[in-house]
């Protein structure tokens, strides 16, 4: 949530921020009216109980009919006082229901508009022209069938459409690139983290998920908890309702975990194959840092990204996504899409966002400096979704046989394995 102090002096730049996401805009006016309620309300029960214990004072200084008086006066002030505490409960609950709708405020530089108004930033790496090569590519499903490395058929019959089996190198490669990544986070000085795949609603919402992005959350209703659809969200609740002193800051963990979403918006896209499913491991980082510090963190975060799909030798490109694509916790992202050979364009394989204090403030985690305590900034990345980075490395480095390069940084925890070769059928 934003800093209600910032919506009284500039709600102009609020609205500007809701009309760039695409929001409502009538949101901020009603909660400013709400929150004057709240404050109004608020003066008049501390008035009125002040009045109260004043009045309680003089009672038992009294006798006669100037003490029935009183206590009639007392009987009458008790009821405003009740009456004055519920007004102000009401609007506090008000002004915090409206506020958990409210988006993040947009960074100044963010593109206004929609999914196609993304800022192209950098390329980098050399797209194959597999015609001069002498040969049509694979798509990444027919090369997993020759590998033996994916079986989406028997997925279905398990679990229905978008699961999948990852099997014999398939899952092989899975485990080195999750190990691969790791160890690049644990180099760059994350804290590798195995978090849990339930949460509770407080750490859900906490993290903005229950809001525009409700729809692709799992919840199992016996036990009021849900299933992640990425590890952020039990790494930003993982300091809920602390106080962190300043010194220990930046706090920068990597966690690994399984992740499941429903993809409700996206019927008949990405049908084919392991692009889109409902459930994937993923490798993530997430920072804890000073607000000052977020945007040079991003940064970082960023860096880390590209350093890695590097590593993976892939055909990348960086992107800024435009307000009305951002989620609802994000001030600004950064999209790192793969060059995908049989699908003829870039797709998203990490992003990074910078939530300045917008989950820290729901979460209720500040920092200590000084004497001073104020909400921090909360930032996260993808370093490795499994099952696209799969499907990027199988279609870009496929070889005319059907075989697989491996690249050099997986090739150790692979058991220094080159090539991925096609099994015998």
Not at 325 to 354: H, I, M, N
Request: net charge negative; proline share 5%; charged share 30%.
């Amino acid at each position: 949530m934003i800093d209600l102090r910032l919506l009284r002096e500039d709600p102009d730049r609020v609205r500007a921020s809701q009309r760039a996401r695409g929001e409502d805009v009538a949101l901020v006016d009603s909660l400013l009216s709400a929150d004057e309620r709240r404050r109004s309300s608020g003066v008049r029960f501390d008035e009125l109980r002040a009045e109260q214990k004043a009045l309680g004072k003089l009672i038992p200084k009294a006798s006669g009919d100037e003490k029935a008086e009183l206590l009639e006066k007392a009987s009458r002030l008790a009821a405003d006082v009740k009456a004055a505490d519920a007004e102000r409960e009401a609007a506090d609950a008000e002004t915090q229901e409206l506020l958990l709708k409210l988006g993040n405020l947009i960074h100044p530089d963010v593109p206004v508009g929609g999914e196609e108004d993304f800022v192209t930033l950098e390329t980098h790496g050399t797209i194959r022209d597999f015609g001069a090569e002498g040969f049509e590519p694979k798509d990444h499903l027919e090369l997993g069938q020759i590998l033996g490395a994916i079986d989406v058929e028997r997925g279905a019959k398990v679990s229905g459409s978008r699961f999948y089996f990852l099997t014999g190198v398939g899952a092989l490669l899975e485990l080195a690139l999750v190990n691969a990544a790791l160890a690049q986070a644990t180099a760059a000085g994350f804290t590798p983290m195995l978090t849990p795949a339930l949460v509770r609603p407080q750490s859900m919402a906490g993290t903005g998920f229950l809001g525009q992005a409700a729809q692709d959350v799992y919840h199992l209703a016996d036990d009021d908890l849900y299933l992640v659809g990425t590890s952020e969200v039990p790494l930003a609740a993982y300091h809920m309702d602390e106080i962190i002193d300043v010194d220990r800051l930046p706090l920068r963990y990597a966690g690994f975990s399984p992740c499941f979403r429903r993809e409700a918006g996206s019927h008949g896209k990405d049908t084919r194959g392991i692009f889109r499913v409902h459930q994937f491991d993923k490798v993530e980082m997430f920072s804890y840092v000073t607000p000052e510090d977020s945007q040079a963190e991003h940064q970082r975060l960023l860096e880390w990204e590209k350093q890695w799909l590097t590593s993976l030798e892939l055909p990348f490109r960086v992107i800024e996504l435009a307000s009305g694509d951002l989620g609802s916790s994000a001030a600004r992202k950064f999209d790192c899409e793969a060059w995908v050979p049989t699908q003829g364009k870039y797709r998203e394989l990490t992003s990074t966002s910078d939530c300045t204090e917008f989950q820290s403030r729901r979460l209720q985690i500040r920092f200590r400096d000084g004497k001073q305590v104020r909400p921090l900034a909360t930032l996260n990345g993808t370093l490795c979704a499994v099952p696209r980075t799969i499907v990027a490395i199988l279609e870009n480095h496929q070889q005319p046989d059907g075989s697989v390069r491996v690249p050099e940084v997986l090739r150790p925890y692979l058991g220094g394995r080159e090539v991925l070769e096609p099994v015998a059928t």
